[in-house]
């Protein structure tokens, strides 16, 4: 699952890090691989990553335990604990509460999705509060929480083209948007990024086969 932003934020960490790893591409959803079901039986997703052969899974865990696990180099976690659980606090809001309302506008039209842009603009309004006075949410330097939500600087721009409604703008989150442009400039994270023009043709196809199988 080449566009998966999961995969991405564990791709990131482990290029922060300086770490070399081999990346295996799995066919998401249908066609799972053997090795997939066995490295990850609990909840058959990717990403996995695999190190000395024990498996893990969840990317948000992943990232933490890279960072424990090399501790040399780039810090990804935040050196004080209020910090550090103020950045979990806002990941975990970023998943429970950003991702579902921007699937719904991604995969209904008329009433229900104008409904799930409301609750879109909303939420991503409050996520930028986690941003006041600074560059990056980890301050001036990204950290975990810069990839945790960073998935969200790459696909939320496409996924406004592929429905031609716009959530984050200068209006509506003017701190977040200015995170997107300064989070993608970042040498690591520009160097592992999906291609857009494939990325915008897979995210129309599939908004397509969203709507017509409802
Ligand atoms: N909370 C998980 C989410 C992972 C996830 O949703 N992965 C998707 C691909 S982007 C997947 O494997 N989907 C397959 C399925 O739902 O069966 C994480 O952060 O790792």
Same mark, same amino acid.
Not at 68 to 73: A, C, D, I, N, R
Not at 101 to 126: D, I, M, N, Y
Not at 162 to 191: C, H, Q, R, Y
């Given at each position: ?53 024990? +498996?893990?899974? =969840?990317?948000? *865990?992943? %990232?933490?335990?890279? #960072? ?88 939320? +721009?496409?996924? =406004?083209?592929? *429905?031609? %409604?716009?959530?984050? #703008? ?45």
């Amino acid at each position: 699952m080449w566009a998966s932003g999961f995969a991405l934020r564990v791709e990131w960490a482990l290029k922060l890090k300086g770490i070399e790893y081999e990346y295996v591409n799995e066919d998401i959803p249908f066609n799972k691989s053997e090795e997939l079901l066995r490295l990850n039986p609990v909840t058959k997703k990717i990403p996995v990553l695999v190190y000395n052969g024990k +498996p893990l899974a =969840e990317s948000l *865990v992943i %990232i933490e335990y890279i #960072d424990e696990t090399w501790k040399e180099g780039y810090s990804i976690m935040p050196k004080d604990p209020y910090d550090r659980a103020q950045a979990r606090f806002w990941a975990k809001f970023a998943d429970d509460k950003c991702t579902m309302p921007l699937f719904h506008v991604f995969s209904t039209e008329g009433e229900a999705q104008q409904k799930a842009v409301e609750e879109a603009r909303e939420v991503f309004k409050t996520l930028e509060k986690a941003l006041e006075g600074k560059k990056f949410f980890g301050g001036d330097c990204i950290n975990y929480l810069d990839l945790a939500i960073g998935w969200f600087a790459f696909w939320l +721009p496409i996924i =406004e083209e592929t *429905v031609s %409604i716009s959530m984050v #703008d200068d209006e509506n989150a003017p701190l977040l948007k200015a995170w997107f442009g300064n989070f993608l400039e970042v040498d690591v994270i520009k160097s592992i990024l999906p291609p857009r023009d494939k990325t915008c043709e897979m995210s129309k196809m599939r908004r397509e086969q969203l709507l017509s199988a409802e």
